[in-house]
């Protein structure tokens, strides 16, 4: 694959066909989003069966330059691979599920939802700040008309809240970069990962993208605007949304904030843990007491990217692996559970838990499918859940065994709601009429279920498929943030962060680690 631009082909591909599908008829639109999906799909592939484990930290790389210090440059490593594999994978259930369901304006839902992995892929492979900032901004165009267009009777409401908290928060991170740019004097992400920042800077810095970050996350008190989106959009916008895009804030912690801003990430690493801790508690609550599936699963969502955050600022390698395991886990299982709602949706077009019971009567292949992806999103030994649950724990523990303990207590009132969902719609007695004339899952509903529930099994069973092309990346994060971690408890250690080395030192001892990986 040496000098072969596979990154700009995947950014090409679903671009080229996005056009074509909004001036094709319906089912021309159908056929040509699948297939350019697919073909993305095939072509992460390759990039993974090529991906040199071991090898240099970024690869696949490619620069131009274009005008003044803005230049096009993608490179990916193992971090960034898993979670382009993630999204491609998903982006064809996402038009499989849409197959049927929507009926109006296709041509132009299609081109939404292929424009949306352009701008994915791009976020995850960009080497220079300003273009990631382009496609991590342009991010939130297509899935505002997802929802505002295609979405429930409150749609528009929705739209408009997603946007505008998303956006706002994200100014804030745009001056930060224009900070960054002048102090650096380069806009390459490489050489930024290496630069150490004067720590007086390095605060305000974290503290503008954590504005912008958390939002997208998202994290208490700024998540408000997820169950409402949610609730609004279709099921493949939900399937994306949870699956994909809330992956983005923390990709930016562990990409950005962490390693550019150790002395910082260090100082202030009680407020991650302070939000994280109330987060999975609040959050679990308010989901035990939902009448509708679609919020249920999204407070949900709140609450294991709260283990996510708490796990990534352990500063550790298991709280970091099980973090990043996390995220992958979550946007599998997530994705399916938004699917599982919107296979009964279809049929009987309400979310109200109360108006089911019974399913497994007359669906057992669907409460059979349920059944697995609640178990997952539990986290059961055995699925992709445990893997990412149990590290996480472990390496919080190692930071604060108080933070684990209340995460811990966030995932007992995981299992707790999700089995109360999971008795109340598939177990009891059918006896509604309209519930008994539902029918079992069709084939397109199967060619959905089935690959979700096999990764979310090879996960469990076999994480290290997923582990290893990411250990050097997170080994070198580790690094870079050794010098600045507190000791002891970090919840005791509030303001007391040792201070970083000299950048000598720093780049020294990342190198040492990659040596030894």
């Known amino acids: 694959m040496s000098g072969f631009p596979i990154l700009s082909l995947m950014l090409a591909v679903p671009a080229i066909a996005a056009i074509a599908c909004a001036f094709a008829g319906d ?46 440059a993608l490179g990916i490593d193992g971090m960034a ?43 995850f492979s960009a080497q220079d700040l300003l273009l990631f900032y382009i496609f991590f901004e342009a991010g939130l165009i297509p899935m505002y008309f997802i929802i505002g267009i295609w979405g429930g009777a409150n749609r528009i409401y929705a739209a408009f ?59 208490w008190p700024v998540h408000t605007w997820l169950p409402d989106a949610h609730v609004q959009a279709p099921t493949a916008g939900s399937m994306i949304l949870a699956g994909v895009l809330l992956k983005l804030g923390s990709y930016g912690f562990l990409r950005f904030m962490m390693p550019m801003f150790p002395d ?63 995220m992958l886990s979550h946007g599998v299982v997530s994705a399916a559970l938004f699917f599982c709602v919107g296979v009964i949706y279809d049929r009987l077009h309400t979310r109200e838990i109360d108006r089911y019971g019974g399913l497994a009567v007359n669906m057992p292949a669907y409460a059979l499918f349920f059944l697995l992806f609640t178990m997952a999103s ?17 390496g919080i523990y ?35 009429d309209d519930v008994k004339a539902m029918p079992d899952l069709t084939v397109r509903e199967w060619t959905i279920m089935v690959p979700l529930a096999a990764v979310a099994l090879w996960m469990g069973v076999y994480p290290e498929s997923f582990l290893a092309p990411m250990r050097g990346d997170v080994t070198t994060v580790v690094a870079r943030l050794a010098p600045a971690k507190p000791a002891g408890d970090a919840h005791l250690a509030i303001g007391k962060a040792k201070p970083a080395q000299a950048h000598g030192e720093t780049a020294k001892g990342a190198q040492q680690a990659g040596g030894v990986q």
């Not at 970069?177 to 007086?200: K, Q, V």
């Not at 539990?378 to 472990?394: A, K, N, Q, R």
């Not at 209340?406 to 598939?426: D, E, N, Q, S």
């Open 27 to 72: 089912r021309a639109a159908r056929l040509i989003a699948l297939g350019a999906t697919l073909a993305t799909f095939v072509l992460g592939c390759i990039l993974w069966a090529n991906y040199d484990i071991g090898g240099a930290q970024w690869q696949f790389t490619e620069r131009a330059d274009l005008f003044g210090r803005f230049q096009w």
């Open 81 to 123: 691979l898993m979670l382009i594999m993630l999204s491609v994978f998903l982006m064809p259930l996402c038009i499989l599920a849409s197959w049927d369901a929507v009926k109006n304006r296709v041509g132009l839902y299609m081109a939404m939802f292929l424009v949306m992995e352009t701008i994915i892929i791009g976020v």
């Open 161 to 219: 809240k997603f946007f505008l908290y998303t956006l706002l928060g994200s100014v804030l991170m745009l001056i930060a970069m224009i900070a960054m740019i002048a102090e650096a004097g380069t806009t390459d992400i490489p050489t930024l990962l290496s630069y150490d920042f004067p720590p007086a800077m390095q605060t305000w810095l974290w503290l503008a993208f954590f504005a912008s970050l958390a939002v997208k996350m998202p994290m």
């Open 264 to 326: 910082a990430s260090a100082q202030l690493m009680w407020i991650v843990f302070a939000l994280s801790m109330i987060a999975v508690v609040y959050t679990s609550l308010v989901a035990l007491v939902q009448s509708d599936m679609k919020k249920l699963i999204a407070y949900s969502s709140v609450a294991h990217m709260a283990i996510v955050t708490a796990g990534l600022f352990a500063f550790n390698q298991q709280g970091i692996e099980g973090a990043l395991i996390i």
């Open 378 to 394: 539990i986290g059961l030994p055995g699925t992709s859940g445990f893997v990412g649950e149990f590290l996480s724990l472990l």
């Open 398 to 432: 190692e930071a604060s065994s108080w933070v684990a303990f209340v995460c811990t207590t966030g995932i007992i009132l995981g299992a707790a709601y999700m089995l109360y969902l999971y008795r109340r719609v598939v177990f009891g007695e059918l006896i509604k």
